[in-house]
Nanobody, 121 residues
Framework: QVQLVESGGGLVQAGGSLRLSCAAS????????MGWYRQAPGKQRDVVAL???????NYADSVKGRFTTSRDNAMNTVYLQMNSLKPEDTAVYYC???????????????WGQGTQVTVSS
């Protein structure tokens, strides 16, 4: 079993910053991509940022230059530093990771429980 546990959401004023963390635990053999998605009320879940095991990153156009994702491979943890937050960034943020567990050695996507980020104007 693999679990992803997020932390760091909350309420912040526009222009402020938040840092999200997500730690993967369990019977992990290997992790490929890790990343962040978000879902606002009434909208679909969209990718925010991805970081691959070798270090390359991808960002949604709407967050480029404001958000930075990083990872600590030794700790199986991914971070999302969010700066210059806007009200339109308000959403539930989900961590995700492409993980191969020890039992199956097969990669599959796992999701965190989600953490609320609210940006007030």
């Amino acid at each position: 079993q693999v679990q992803l546990v997020e932390s760091g959401g909350g309420l912040v004023q526009a222009g402020g910053s938040l840092r999200l963390s997500c730690a993967a635990s369990g019977s992990i053999f290997a992790i490929n991509a890790m990343g962040w998605y978000r879902q606002a009320p009434g909208k679909q879940r969209d990718v925010v940022a991805l970081i691959f095991s070798g270090g390359p990153t991808n960002y949604a156009d709407s967050v480029k230059g404001r958000f930075t994702t990083s990872r600590d491979n030794a700790m199986n943890t991914v971070y999302l530093q969010m700066n210059s937050l806007k009200p339109e960034d308000t959403a539930v943020y989900y961590c995700a990771a492409d993980v191969a567990d020890i039992a199956t050695m097969r990669f599959q996507y796992y999701w965190g429980q989600g953490t609320q980020v609210t940006v007030s104007s």
